[in-house]
């Protein structure tokens, strides 16, 4: 299978989730709100890119103001957001943004796309875009699969050695008045790269087994109640660890015609 980040943090939380949203298609309902804060994020990545490749940026920014906050907030952070490697190190730095990267682990291709990869001669920096707040702790995010599975693909498939990579997020959408992005920088190291790398092929062996099975007719296996990961999910109906509720005939409202 090819597989990103966010099907990998969707295995590791319920492998029965993971066969309702990527085999099933299932998808989960997204609300209103929801959907117009992804909406936002993707017209943010767009035009971060087309501003990266040189290209007209000024008929994204025209129409939507949340989008010209964002990006006036980057122009000003500017220098310290994409000047770090070669202040650093003196050494002059290459930029891609959304540069992809596959790596084949246990017969699955993995997949990611980094938002904006700066290159020197000896460090080799992983940016990431997000639209939200910067979390108050940092061990969910340093967790999440992007952060773990983002320097080990690169790690694999460069000459860069596992110290010499980091990952950098910047947050864009700031807490009260501050408007100046706000990062969070999660260095790479050999452990981190060992420990991801058994986890990894662990995850992946296990995948290749559900998905056997699979065929043969037998549901990947359901997250244990007690986790508490259902009384959130969309599914939980459908995996009977939540009752269907059908109000009486009496308790439905009559509409006028
Ligand atoms: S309801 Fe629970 S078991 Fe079913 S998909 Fe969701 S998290 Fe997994």
Known sequence: MRLSQGQLNLLEVCPRKFQHTYLEQLGSPTDLEQQERLLAGSRFHLLMQQWEMGLPIDPLLREDEQLRRWFGAFIEAEPKILGTIASQTGDSAYRQSEHLRTLAVEGHLLTVIYDLLILSPTQAQILDWKTYPKPGRSDRLSQNWQSRLYPFVLAETSQYTPDQISMIYWFFQAKGE???PQSLTLKYDRTKHEQTWQTLTQLLKQLTE???RYE???PFPQVSQAVGECDRCS???????QDV?????SAI???PL
């Open 253 to 255: 409202a009559e509409i």
């Open 210 to 212: 559900w998905l056997h």
């Open 235 to 241: 599914f939980a109906v459908r995996c009977q660890r």
């Open 178 to 180: 501050a408007t100046e």
């Open 216 to 218: 043969m007719g037998e």
């Open 245 to 249: 509720v059908i109000p009486s005939v």
